[in-house]
């Protein structure tokens, strides 16, 4: 298969000390990379050095063979991003999230899309409702639903199982083996178990 996503010498600090050194990995299309590892052990500060959220102390990210340093506009569009903040809007509705977050990507705005990212999470009944009036899960269900409408290949997820009931953690690794299907490509850490059979697990140690 061919690698789209390389990662080599990853190095990086947090509070001044070291979390990650010299870390490598690769992924190909239609590849998942499931990070675990005790707290502390650096899943996050990777996921974020990823998206370029925290500098890197050394080692290369290169996405089809460039480093994704050389045009961090191109690489944030190719890739969907889910912290442990769900990053929504309170005062907007649900619909009105995602339709922010398509513009915010500089695309062009797909209502379809939107609703079935919407379906695919069953939030349809609740797309007009402020998100600050909705559960945990709820809005946890919003932002996934903020991953799946962006079309993004590469889904960088940071504990994308949190706060979500049996029936939703199923819907997610649904559209989740879907994305992979199609030649996506995703990132997750967790300390729950994905349940995907062509999964890879890194373990990363404190």
Same mark, same amino acid.
């Given at each position: ?26 992924? +190909? ?28 102390? @050394? $080692? ?5 063979? +460039? ?12 890739? +969907? ?29 797909? $209502? ?5 990212? /919407?379906? @695919? ?12 009036? /909705? ?56 300390? +729950? ?14």
């Amino acid at each position: 298969m061919t690698t789209l996503l390389e990662v080599a010498g990853l190095a990086c600090h947090r509070g001044g000390r070291p979390v990650l050194d010299g870390l490598s990995f690769s992924l +190909a299309k239609g590849e998942l990379l499931v990070l675990t590892g005790p707290n502390g052990s650096g899943k996050t500060t990777l996921l974020r050095a990823l998206a370029l959220l925290v500098p890197a102390e @050394a $080692g290369t990210i290169a996405w089809q063979g +460039a480093d994704v340093a050389a045009d961090r506009e191109a690489w944030r569009s190719a890739l +969907a991003w889910l912290g442990h903040q769900d990053g929504l809007k309170g005062d907007l509705t649900v619909r009105e999230n995602l339709l922010i977050a398509q513009r915010l990507r500089s695309e062009p705005v797909d $209502g379809d899309r939107i609703d079935d990212a /919407l379906g @695919a999470f069953g939030l349809t009944p609740l797309a007009r409702r402020a998100v600050r009036s /909705l559960s945990a899960g709820q809005r946890r269900r919003v932002a996934l639903a903020r991953v799946v409408a962006s079309q993004a290949s590469l889904w960088l997820l940071d504990e994308p199982l949190n706060a979500l009931d049996a029936e939703s953690q199923a819907a997610l690794l649904t559209i989740l083996e879907g994305h992979l299907d199609q030649g996506g490509l995703a990132i997750a850490a967790t300390h +729950a178990p994905i349940k995907i059979s062509s999964a890879r697990t890194l373990e990363l140690a404190p």
